[in-house]
């Protein structure tokens, strides 16, 4: 009787040297054009709000967070984005609402107008972060120069440069690039070792990262107060949160292909931005002016008191976040959702924290980012850097890990917060 014996499946064998070190001139190129672009377009938003929200309230007699104010500056921004869509070529790119982190590539005629009404929305106050238009913008350029600069280059590698840098320029380090491809990878099959497949990527997040670091110095520690040893009541305090945080977060998922289908029957952006300013302008009357715009640098004034505000306070501020968010993402205003979505889980936690004291406010922001960025965003690798990084407490990682189970469960094969064309929601 012959012998029997099981050959174990070959593994992916390591590229050599010689195969890689064509990529690195093309990856650091697109890694630091790439940044330059984020930083051009934060930096010309940031000084227009500086005019907007500042000098020109103030010449006018009016107080610059005053509800009046807030109101004419919200739909002002609709209006002004409604005509950029409107009437300057190439209408700002496709309806935002059916865009995610992989962004198609676009003509180049495209990107002027998404930039302007990426810089205007940015500059005017609207719940939504730079960072979907600005990967559509530099997969674009990328595909369309690379493919003329060095047309021997494989097609398929500029998008992923591209995207790569984008979120190390994002987040200002490549470990939030590293850990979004190869969460894109992991349903791919690969030629070779994972690690082959990722030097590239790496080596355009890491120079993305690199050069927003040295031109704009970011920073997303909050600087809450670091957490000790973990107890029992931490790990349960971490599994309600990050629990709630995920269905607060499926709320606005749900509510999403409804809240934009109302604004569609509206049919022209000169209606659907300006009624979606107006909206805005009643949320920030509510909420107050630390829900508007993003919400990166209104996180450190709520992180540097974390007792300054009660948990009705903070509860408002979480629901209001999360409904402009909806709101702005709906009515087409061109941005993302990443970052307001860690505002509303900031100001959940800080909502648990004042509830009930005993829970760590470094853990309370924490869990409450994790649960509702992956609702939000159902990538899990960011969702757990993203709620590492805020807090900077080592303790608090296994935390997190557990934390992300029940979450994942909750959020894992529904609706995703982004539509196909004919407005039913990504699964």
Avoid at 158 to 173: C, D, H, K, M
Avoid at 215 to 235: A, E, I, K, N, Y
Avoid at 288 to 315: C, I, M, N, V, Y
Wanted: a positive charge.
């Amino acid at each position: 009787m012959a012998q029997e014996t099981t050959q174990a499946p070959p593994s992916a064998r390591t590229a050599p040297a010689r195969a890689l070190l064509p990529f690195i001139l093309p990856a650091v190129v697109v890694g630091v054009a790439a940044s330059l672009l984020f930083v051009g377009v934060s930096t010309a938003a940031e000084q227009l709000q500086r005019v907007l929200w500042g000098p020109l309230p103030d010449a006018l007699g009016v107080g610059r967070w005053s509800v009046l104010w807030m109101f004419v500056m919200l739909t002002a921004t609709g209006i002004a984005v409604g005509l950029v869509v409107w009437k300057v070529p190439g209408h700002a790119g496709p309806d935002p609402a059916t865009l995610g982190l992989n962004a198609p590539v676009l003509p180049p005629a495209v990107l002027p107008s998404l930039l302007l009404a990426t810089g205007l929305m940015l500059a005017g106050g609207p719940s939504l972060g730079p960072e979907n238009p600005i990967i559509a913008a530099n997969v674009s350029l990328a595909a369309w120069l690379g493919g003329r600069l060095m047309p021997r280059t494989p097609g398929t590698l500029w998008p992923v440069l591209a995207e790569s840098a984008t979120i190390g320029a994002l987040f200002g380090t490549p470990v939030a690039a590293a850990l979004v491809i190869s969460e894109a990878l992991a349903g791919q099959p690969l030629r070779g070792r994972l690690w082959d497949n990722l030097f590239a990527p790496l080596t355009a997040g890491a120079c993305g990262a690199m050069t927003t670091t040295l031109v704009s110095h970011p920073t997303f520690d909050l600087g809450l107060p670091p957490m000790g040893h973990p107890r029992g009541t931490d790990l349960l305090a971490a599994l309600v949160i990050a629990s709630v945080a995920a269905v607060l977060g499926m709320c606005a998922v749900y509510a999403f292909p409804y809240v934009h289908a109302a604004f569609r029957r509206l049919r022209h952006p000169m209606l659907m931005l300006p009624a979606g300013g107006v909206l805005l302008g009643g949320l920030a009357a509510l909420g107050g002016h630390l829900t508007l715009f993003k919400g990166l640098s209104e996180l450190g004034q709520l992180a540097r008191d974390p007792e300054g505000w009660s948990a009705g306070e903070f509860a408002t501020m979480t629901v209001v976040k999360l409904a402009a968010l909806l709101v702005a993402a709906s009515c087409g205003f061109r941005g993302g959702r990443i970052f307001p979505a860690v505002f509303v889980g900031t100001a959940l936690g800080l909502t648990a924290h004042a509830l009930v004291p005993a829970v760590h406010p470094s853990l309370g922001v924490a869990t409450g980012v994790l649960g509702v960025l992956l609702a939000i965003t159902r990538q899990g690798w960011v969702s757990l850097f993203t709620a590492a990084v805020l807090v900077a407490s080592p303790a608090i990682l296994a935390l997190l890990c557990i934390a992300s189970l029940p979450a994942w469960l909750l959020v894992t094969g529904r609706p995703q917060m982004q539509l196909h064309e004919d407005g039913t929601p990504v699964r």
